[in-house]
C-alpha cells in the first residue's frame, strides 16, 4: 500500500488565512515542515491582504475610456511604426579648446542629432541652481522649421515621460528647470517620430 | 483545428504588436490586463483617488508611446510597475507630509525604484488576479466572496447566492481553492 502525505486541508489553511483560526498542533507542526502547504496558506494570506480594497482597484469608467482611446489613435500609431533613432552627429565636448585656454568645468553642451532629412540641434545649459535647461530646435534639412502644430517634444527618462514642449513654428523647445538626470527626447511631427534615447550629460 | 490563439490569450509581446499593426482590440486587452495592478499603485503609497487617477492614465500614455519600444520586452509588467512607482514617488514627495494608511515600507520612499519587497508583493497579487480571471464564473464567485469580501459573508450566504444547500457549499469551496491553487502553481507562484 501506497504511503500518502497528507497535506493541511484547504479548508482549515482558508480559515487560518482569511478567519485567523488557529490550527492545531499536528497541522502547526506539519505545516513548518511542508512547503507545499506553507505556499498554499501564502496565496491565501496575500488573498486576504488584497481583502476587500481588491473589488475598488477598478479604475472609473471615465478614467478606463481616456486609456483605452489611446489605442484608437491611428496618427499616433503610425508615428510610433515609424520610430528611428537620431544618430550624434556633432558634439561640442569633441571639440578641441583654442589654444592657451584653460578648461573649465563646462556650463553648457552643444549636439546634433540627424535622422533621415532631420536635424535636431540641442543645448544642455546648467542653470546657477544646479538644475538644467534642454533646449533646441528641429529643422528640414531641406524646408527648414517642421510645418506640424501638433508636433511636440517629449523628455524622456527611461520610458517615463515626464515633460512635454510644442514645437515653435521655428521648430525651436525648451525644458526649464530639469533635475540632473539621464534624459532621452522623443519628437512627435507629421507621421514619424525621432528618438534620441541618451543624451550625453554636461559633466562627463 | 485552429492553430491561432484567441488574441485575449497572446503574450504581452504579441500583443504590442498588434498595438503597433493598429489592433485596437489589442491594446484593450492589455489595459485590461493590468488595470487593477496599476491602479492599485497609488493607494498603497496612500495616495488620494484624484493622485490615482492621474497616475493611472499617465502610466498607459507613457505605455503608449514607448510601444515601438517595448514590443521585444521581456517583461511588461516589471516595465508598467517602475515607472507607476516612480510616479507615486515623485507624487508623495510633494505633498508636504507623508500620507497615513500606506502599504509600502521606508524603502520605498527613499528611492524611486521600487524594492524587491513591493515588486515581489505586487507580483504574487497579480498572479491572484490572473488565477481568479481563468477560474470558471461560479469559482470566480466563491473566490471573491471567500476573500474580497468584508465582513467575510459566512458560508450559509455564500450558498444562498449560488442557489446551494450549505450542506454542498463546502465542496464547491474545497473544489475552487483547490482549481485556484493548481492554475497559481502552473503561473509559477513562490511564497
Known sequence: ?204 | MNGVRAVRDRTDAELIQECLDGNGEAWEILVHRYSRLIYSIPFKWGLPREDAMEIFQSVWLDCFQELHSLRDIDRLQAWLVRIAVRKCYRFSANKRSRPEDVEVTEADHVSEDPSRELVERLDREQMIRVGVGKLTERCQQVIKALFFEDPFPGYAAIASRLGLSSNSIGFTRDRCLERLGKLLEELGYED
Open chain 1, 1 to 204: 500500500m501506497m504511503s500518502r502525505i497528507d497535506h493541511i486541508a484547504l479548508v482549515s489553511l482558508f480559515e487560518r488565512a482569511r478567519l485567523n483560526t488557529e490550527l492545531d498542533s499536528k497541522a502547526q507542526a506539519h505545516l513548518e515542515s511542508c512547503h507545499i502547504c506553507r505556499g498554499r496558506l501564502n496565496w491565501m494570506q496575500v488573498s486576504t491582504g488584497l481583502g476587500a480594497r481588491e473589488l475598488s482597484y477598478d479604475p472609473p469608467a471615465s478614467v478606463m475610456q481616456n486609456v483605452l482611446q489611446l489605442g484608437r489613435n491611428t496618427s499616433r500609431l503610425r508615428q510610433l511604426r515609424n520610430a528611428v533613432v537620431a544618430l550624434l552627429t556633432f558634439d561640442s565636448f569633441k571639440q578641441a579648446a583654442p589654444a592657451g585656454i584653460r578648461s573649465n568645468k563646462a556650463s553648457s553642451r552643444q549636439m546634433t542629432f540627424e535622422a533621415r532629412d532631420v536635424e535636431v540641434g540641442v543645448l544642455l545649459r546648467r542653470s546657477d541652481d544646479r538644475t538644467f535647461s534642454v533646449s533646441g530646435q528641429v529643422l528640414d534639412k531641406a524646408s527648414g522649421p517642421i510645418q506640424d502644430p501638433a508636433a511636440h517634444v517629449d523628455l524622456v527618462v527611461d520610458g517615463d515621460h515626464v515633460m512635454s514642449s510644442f514645437l515653435s513654428p521655428w521648430g525651436e523647445f525648451v525644458f526649464s528647470a530639469v533635475p540632473n538626470g539621464p534624459y532621452g527626447l522623443q519628437i512627435y511631427f507629421l507621421d514619424q517620430m525621432l528618438q534620441i534615447p541618451s543624451l550625453p550629460p554636461i559633466d562627463e
